[in-house]
């Protein structure tokens, strides 16, 4: 059961445009999401987060959108770089059910983004 | 350079064999997580140590194990390996097990033959 749902595994962008990045989930449990960026060969990277208490978070060229009652978050890049082709991992945070005091992170299976020059 | 680091960077090893991949977590870092992330698949949450306890785990097969020694650095142990093992493992590292942010290693890529 994927709690985390990137429905799109690639997507292209002119260069200058908006880049829009999707991603569902399904438990409620999750407080805290964050987008994660991945080059070839190289580990995923922390982007930017949003908590659940906000519906939005802006960092220069990044902004996410938290949709709460649709479940639903987006990740926009405008304006798209080359430097964007990546591919992107949305991810979400909630305390571990054993009680514990811990947080996982869930993460979706990732969108190709490829920004065309 | 996101300060954590893992070795090996590749392992080529054969079916039934067993391995352990190392990870030194971010310099003052006491939380070291351990994902697996397969061919088209997002990545697997694995298992979970702070301070040298496990604190939580997550789809880790009976044939995987880790510890976080004194010193914080971390071993996945894999065993018995099955060529459904093949995959990238990485290691990340955050302050502590309340950290919603965590800095990631650029993996090993394991390979079964």
């Known amino acids: 059961d994927q709690q985390v749902k990137q429905n799109s595994p690639s997507l292209s962008v002119q260069e200058g445009r908006i880049s829009i990045l999707n991603c569902d989930y399904t438990?409620?449990?999750?407080?805290?999401f964050l987008w994660y960026k991945k080059y070839p060969a190289e580990g995923p990277t922390f982007l930017i987060s949003?908590?659940?208490?906000?519906d939005k978070n802006e960092d220069g060229r990044f902004t996410v959108f938290l949709n709460k009652s649709a479940k639903h978050l987006s990740l926009h890049i405008v304006p798209s770089q080359p430097g964007d082709s990546a591919v992107y991992f949305c991810?979400?945070?909630?305390?571990?059910?054993?009680?514990?005091?811990?947080?996982?992170?869930?993460f979706g299976k990732g969108t190709k983004l490829s920004v065309i020059p | 350079d996101s300060g954590v680091t893992q070795t090996p960077k590749h392992l080529i090893t054969a079916t039934g064999q067993r391995v352990t991949l190392r990870c030194s977590p971010r310099s003052g870092d006491l939380s070291v997580y351990w994902y697996q992330q397969s061919l088209d698949q997002g990545l697997q949450f694995l298992i979970q140590y702070y301070n040298g306890e496990e604190r939580a785990k997550g789809n880790i097969l009976e044939r995987f194990s880790a510890q976080q020694f004194p010193d914080l650095h971390s071993e996945l142990n894999l065993s018995s390996l099955e060529l459904g093992d093949s995959a990238l493992y990485f290691c990340?590292?955050?302050?502590?097990?309340?950290?919603?942010?965590?800095?990631f290693g650029q993996g090993t890529r394991l390979t079964v033959v």
């Open positions: 949003i908590s659940s208490i906000k």
């Open positions: 990340a590292s955050s302050v502590d097990s309340l950290d919603t942010e965590a800095f």
């Open positions: 438990n409620s449990m999750f407080d805290y």
């Open positions: 991810a979400a945070s909630a305390l571990d059910p054993s009680g514990a005091g811990s947080y996982q992170l869930t």
